[in-house]
């Protein structure tokens, strides 16, 4: 191994969503909702691969802790590209079909217990921008196709984002980016894009292998009819 990294990142999340559907809407799909986020990686890089072990999560509602461990690996043939093969398991993460009439009443079913397996495809092109004012400006664009065994779910993932970095001696000290990402759904769904993140925020590097940053994000999902509702 050439080097072990480690990464944390805090995040607050606004999440918003909007409803494809007559009556009976979700009723937390309506303003944005302020929540947090937390992300722990850890990288050990090995010539042109990169390992990776994730653990996330985000507190969505007073009921609904979502969690996501993930593990796999970058390959990076080239300078301005890198791929990447990965393993999901998630828990609580809503869906469409979560929305249920059980008995009386329209609700949420609950889904902390529940767990979900997906399988990870990723492609990110890199370039360097010089003719943005400053030397350290790098474009790039993740590309990532999702198989969620639970249901069958495909989904494809599009992420622009524009990354500045300040640095001394040639060192990288702080990393400073705004993303835009959308999903998707090839299999599911009633609109071209089932969720929508924002994303801005910053690292600090203290040491080439240890970093640590905060960042905002707004999502937008939108929420459709399902066998359940229609």
């Known amino acids: 191994m050439n080097k072990i990294g480690l990464t944390l990142t805090l995040g607050l999340l606004g999440l918003s969503s909007s409803a494809f559907a007559w009556n ?12 947090p986020q937390w992300d722990l990686r850890v990288f050990a890089d090995a010539r042109q691969f990169s390992l990776m072990a994730e653990t996330s999560g985000r507190l969505e ?3 609904v802790r979502s969690v996501f461990l993930t ?10 590209i890198r791929m990447g093969v990965f393993y999901r398991r998630q828990w609580g993460v809503r869906r469409d079909s979560d929305w249920v009439f059980p008995s009386t009443q329209w609700e949420w079913a609950a889904v902390n217990g529940r767990g979900e397996d ?25 590309m990532r196709y999702e198989y ?8 494809l993932l599009f992420r622009p984002g524009l990354r500045y970095f300040i640095r001394e001696d040639g060192v990288p000290l702080w990393q400073f980016y705004g993303q835009f990402e959308a999903y998707v759904p090839l299999n599911y769904g009633r609109s071209l894009f089932y969720e929508t993140w924002t994303y801005l ?10 970093q640590v940053g905060l960042y905002t994000a707004l999502r937008s999902r939108n929420w459709g009819s399902t066998t359940y509702y229609t």
């Open 61 to 63: 509602a007073a009921s």
């Open 148 to 155: 969620n065994t639970f249901g069958s779910l495909h989904t």
């Open 24 to 35: 009976h809407q979700p009723p937390t799909f309506a303003p944005v909702n302020a929540v």
């Open 118 to 142: 997906v399988l990870v495809f990723d492609l990110t092109p890199r370039v360097l921008l010089p003719f943005l004012p400053g030397s350290d400006w790098v474009g790039e664009l993740r």
């Open 201 to 210: 925020g910053a690292m600090r590097f203290f040491a080439p292998w240890v």
């Open 71 to 80: 593990l796999g690996s970058y390959f990076q043939p080239w300078d301005f």
